[in-house]
């Protein structure tokens, strides 16, 4: 099955070479190949019609590698995805940066990660309600591509969701790398009054998703009784630093569960949205009714080719 978005503008390119023909030669073109295709019993489409008009005038299909209206939908997919990929190794380096004195505060991460999501969930609201908040910053892309209008909200989408999956996915390999060569003190702090009790809770929590799979990935009470520190207090306090390192597992997977898995979703739904939408900009486009009226109705030659068009059959 043709892809949706070549498909789209294919049929977008032929309806403009169709624009300055013949009303009698459309139809009759139009009108053999649907007869053909039903005296072969093959199904009347339009790629198959696509196909044959591309055969019979000796033209390439549409490549959407190719296609020059989404060249720089693809150039900017690659930039976001290269800047992404360099944005997340920075953030996990800077985040997870431990000088022996202070320990890594777990409510910072939380709080990022949170943000992390939100920025993605608004990614895809933003396309769903058909708002290009940042259209100004991809005018260069824009063009006249009219076939496109509708679609430059998903497509920003997934341009978005590409960027933010590299992110994710370096700063995942990061910390790996981080916890594999470093040894990395984790703890908790906050300004609020919160006891570790309640703190254990909201982590348990957050921790739901793979308490099952991973249990050694969900921080005890014990765990997080001691790894509670002060920003004035001196030192870690702790009788055993080594087990501030055992919290490495709930990062590493609250990271990959509310970081990456929502960012791979979303890219895959935002694709499953281009290819819904970009179906329903076919069948709203100009020249989707005109093409089946002509694949349905029957055209009668009452004179010759030279003389003129002659009128439609009655319906």
Not at 61 to 83: E, I, K
Not at 150 to 175: D, E, I, K, N, W
Request: proline fraction near 5%; aromatic fraction near 12%; hydrophobic fraction near 50%.
């Amino acid at each position: 099955m043709a892809n949706a978005l070549t498909l789209l503008l294919d049929f977008d390119d032929q309806y403009r070479r169709d624009v300055d023909q013949n009303h009698a030669f459309l139809h009759r073109r139009d009108r053999r190949f649907a007869q053909q295709q039903q005296e072969q019993r093959q199904p009347l489409t339009v790629p198959a019609w696509l196909a044959s008009l591309h055969a019979l005038n000796g033209q390439r299909q549409v490549d959407s590698g190719s296609d020059p209206r989404l060249r720089g939908w693809r150039q900017a997919r690659w930039v976001f995805a290269g800047l992404g990929a360099v944005l997340g190794v920075a953030f996990m380096l800077g985040l997870l940066y431990y000088d022996g004195g202070q320990q890594i505060n777990v409510t910072l991460l939380v709080a990022l990660v949170g943000l992390q999501g939100l920025l993605a969930l608004f990614t895809s609201v933003q396309a769903w309600l058909g708002w290009q908040p940042w259209r100004t910053l991809l005018g260069r892309w824009r063009g006249n591509d009219d076939a496109l209008a509708s679609l430059r909200p998903v497509l920003s989408a997934r341009v978005a969701h590409t960027g933010g999956l590299m992110f994710a996915l370096t700063g995942l390999l990061t910390l790996l790398l981080l916890v594999a060569v470093q040894d990395l003190a984790f703890g908790w702090s906050t300004t609020l009054q919160a006891s570790a009790a309640g703190y254990h809770q909201w982590i348990s929590a957050l921790a739901l998703p793979w308490q099952s799979l991973w249990p050694d990935a969900v921080p005890s009470l014990a765990l997080v009784e001691t790894s509670q520190f002060y920003r004035l207090q001196q030192g870690n306090g702790v009788a055993d630093p080594a087990l501030l390192g055992t919290w490495w597992p709930f990062v590493l997977m609250l990271w990959l569960v509310y970081v990456l898995l929502p960012r791979c979703v979303l890219l895959m739904l935002a694709a499953l949205q281009l290819r819904w939408q970009s179906h329903r900009a076919l069948r709203a486009h100009p020249g989707w009714q005109p093409l089946h009226y002509r694949f349905d109705t029957p055209w009668v030659d009452t004179r010759g080719d030279d003389e003129g068009p002659a009128a439609p059959a009655p319906a």
